[in-house]
C-alpha cells in the first residue's frame, strides 16, 4: 500500500508517493511561472490559485507516471493528502473557482486592522497564548470586509490553500484541518468556531469550513482528477495540515521535546511540548498535536528568499558549491 502527498508552496508543487514506512517510491515537482508571486503593492503579494491546480496535476500525474513505470499497480496508491502555505487567504465561489487572487501569507497589508481582531479575539488569543497579526487569514479577511466588500460578497467559502486544492481534487467543498484553522480564529482546545467572528467581526459563520483532524477521510478524487493524474477513482482524499505542521512530522519529530527547523523560502522552527506555551508577544504559535501533546513553533522572514533577493538565481548553484568546500563552519550568519 502506498500514499501520495502534494505541497503546494511558494515557487511550486511537489508529488511524492510512499510506502506506509515512508520510503520513497516516486516524486516529481512543477515549478509556477518565473512571474507567479504578484506585489501590486508594496507588503502586498498575492498569486492566482489557478496556477496551483495546474501545478498541483502536473505534478501528481508525473509522479504516478513514474510509479507505474516502475512496475506498480496504480491501485496499491490509497489514498493522498495536500500540504500548503499557513495564513494564505482563499475566496472561493459556490462552483469552487477564487474569487480574484489568494492574498499569501507573507502579505501585511492587514497589520493595521489586525488589532481590530485582536481586540475582538483577545480572550482567545490570551488562552491559546497567542496574538492575532497580519499573518493571520482572519486578519486578511478584516481587510477584505473593510476594502474590498463586494469581492467578500461573492465568495462562499472562505479557505485556505489546503481546502482549495482539495476541493478541486475530490469535489468535496467546506472542509479544513484544525492546523489550518488555526489562524483563521478557530479555537483548538475547545474544537469550535468562536462567536466572536460573526458576532463582532460580522462575518457569515456559515462561510467558515467545517473542521476536522488531520488524516480524516474526506471522499474520494473526482472523476475528472483521476482522468487527468491517472490515479484509480478510488483513491481517498484525506484531510491534510499546514506545510510546517507536515515537514514536522514527517521529519520524526512527534513527541516531547523533539524540535525541527525547515529552512524553504521562509526559516521556521517547530517542535513538541507537553504543555501550551504562551507568548503574550505573539512571536510562536501552537497546533494541536494528533495525540494531545502541542506543537509550538514560529516563522522568521531570514530564510531562503532573503538569499534570493541577494544574489542572482543562477549564482545559486555556483555558491551552494563553494560553501561546501568550507563546511562545517562556526561561522553565523545573520541575513
Keep these: 500500500m502506498f500514499v501520495l502527498g502534494l505541497d503546494v508552496g511558494t515557487q511550486g508543487a511537489r508529488a511524492i508517493i510512499t510506502d506506509l514506512e515512508g520510503r520513497v517510491n516516486s516524486e516529481a515537482t512543477s515549478a509556477f511561472p518565473a512571474e507567479q508571486l504578484v506585489a501590486p503593492t508594496p507588503g502586498h503579494f498575492e498569486q492566482d ?52 487572487t489568494a492574498i499569501m501569507y507573507s502579505d501585511t497589508r492587514a497589520s493595521a486592522v489586525a488589532e481590530e481582531v485582536q481586540a475582538a479575539g483577545a480572550d482567545l488569543a490570551a488562552k491559546l497564548g497567542t496574538r492575532f497579526n497580519a499573518s493571520f487569514a482572519l486578519s486578511k479577511l478584516r481587510w477584505v470586509q ?8 461573492k465568495a462562499r467559502w472562505y479557505l485556505s490553500p489546503t481546502d482549495l486544492i482539495i476541493g478541486w481534487l ?25 462567536e466572536f467572528i460573526a458576532r463582532d467581526l460580522g462575518f457569515d459563520p456559515d462561510k467558515f469550513p467545517r473542521v476536522l483532524a488531520p488524516g480524516s477521510v474526506i471522499g474520494t478524487i473526482s472523476p475528472q482528477i483521476a ?9 481517498l482524499v484525506v484531510a491534510g495540515s499546514t506545510d510546517g505542521t507536515a515537514s514536522q512530522l514527517a521529519s520524526g519529530a512527534v513527541s516531547p521535546g523533539d524540535w525541527n527547523s525547515t529552512l524553504g523560502t521562509t ?28 506543537l509550538p513553533g514560529g516563522a522568521s522572514s531570514t530564510g531562503a528568499d532573503c538569499l534570493v533577493q541577494r544574489f542572482a538565481p543562477q549564482r545559486l548553484a555556483e555558491l551552494n558549491a563553494a560553501a561546501l568546500e568550507h563546511s562545517p563552519t562556526d561561522l553565523i550568519i545573520y541575513p
Design 49 to 100: 490559485p489557478h496556477q496551483w491546480r495546474e501545478a498541483a496535476i502536473a505534478a501528481i500525474a508525473t509522479a504516478v507516471s513514474r510509479f507505474v513505470s516502475g512496475g506498480n499497480d496504480v491501485a496499491a496508491i490509497a489514498a493522498l493528502s495536500v500540504t500548503s502555505t499557513s495564513g494564505t487567504l482563499c475566496l472561493v465561489d459556490g462552483q469552487g473557482q477564487p474569487v480574484g
Design 170 to 194: 475530490s469535489g468535496s467543498w467546506g472542509y479544513t484541518d484544525w492546523t489550518n484553522a488555526l489562524k483563521w480564529g478557530y479555537d483548538i482546545i475547545d474544537l469550535r468556531w468562536p
Design 146 to 153: 473593510r476594502h474590498e466588500p463586494e469581492r467578500l460578497a
Design 267 to 294: 526559516l521556521v522552527l517547530k517542535g513538541v511540548s507537553e504543555r501550551l506555551l504562551s507568548d503574550p508577544l505573539g512571536r510562536i504559535y501552537s497546533h494541536r498535536h494528533p495525540d494531545g501533546f502541542w
Design 227 to 235: 482522468r487527468l493524474t491517472g490515479l484509480s477513482p478510488k483513491t
